[in-house]
C-alpha cells in the first residue's frame, strides 16, 4: 500500500504534458529502431516532438535520434546544429573539424546554424577561435556572447588585474567577413570596455535586437532608431 501510494505521489507530481511528451519519444524511437523496415521509417515532422515541454531544443532526444538510421541522422543533425552552444575549447574543437573541413556534409551543417551561444573569458574559450567559428556559419542571425575579464571559478586573489581584450584586430578581421547578425545578446563582465563597440561595428547595418547586461551601454554614436533594445 505504502509503494502503491508513493508512486501515486510519484506521477500526480509530474505534469501530464511532461509524461505525454517521454512516451511519445519512446514510441518514435522504438518504432524506428524495430521496423521491419528501419531505413524508411520516417523521422518526426512535428517539430513539437523536437522540444521540451519547457519548449527548449531537446538535445538529448536528438543526439539519440541522429543515431537510429541514415534517414533520421541528417534531419536530427540539422535540427541539432541550430542552435549552438561552445564554452570550452573541448567544445570548440569538435564542431571546428565537422564544418571546417571541405566535405559537403560539413558546409550543409553550417547553412543551418541560426544561433551561437559563447562564453569567452581569459582562461576558457579563446577569442580567435570564437572569430573562426562565428566566420563559419553564413546564415547564423543572433549571437549570444558572455565574456569574463577571467575565469568565473576563479578566486579573487587568482585573478589577473591586467586588462583583457576580448577582441583584437584579428578577430575583428576575421569577424568582419562572418554573417550579418540581426539579434545580439552581451553580457560583458570583463574590463574590456571596447568589446561592445567593436562588435556593433561589425552588425550596424543589419542589427536589429540589441539585449545588454553587465557593464556594457550603448555608444552616442550607434544609431538606435530601427532598434529594440532591451537592457540588463
Known sequence: MFSQIGTTTVIQAIRPHVIFHMLY??????????????????????????????????????????????????????????HVVICTPTAFTPLYNAISSNEPRGKHLARHVRSLSATLDAEQLQSLSFARAVSLFPDQTTLDLASFSHSKHAQPFQRDTKPFLILDDEEVSILRTGPLITCLRLANWSDD?????????????????????????????FPTTSLTLVAG
Do not use: E
Not at 202 to 211: D, E, F, I, N
Open 25 to 82: 519519444h519512446m514510441l518514435l524511437l522504438y518504432l524506428a529502431t524495430h521496423s521491419h523496415s528501419p531505413s524508411r521509417s520516417p523521422f518526426p515532422s512535428s517539430k513539437r516532438g523536437c522540444y521540451t515541454p519547457d519548449l527548449h531544443q531537446d538535445t538529448q532526444f536528438l543526439l539519440s535520434a541522429s543515431l537510429v538510421n541514415r534517414s533520421w541522422s541528417s534531419p536530427a543533425q540539422i535540427l541539432l546544429f541550430r
Open 193 to 221: 570596455s571596447t568589446l561592445l563597440s567593436k562588435r556593433l561595428s561589425l552588425c550596424h547595418t543589419s542589427l536589429r535586437t540589441l539585449s545588454l547586461h553587465g557593464g556594457a551601454s550603448v555608444p552616442c554614436f
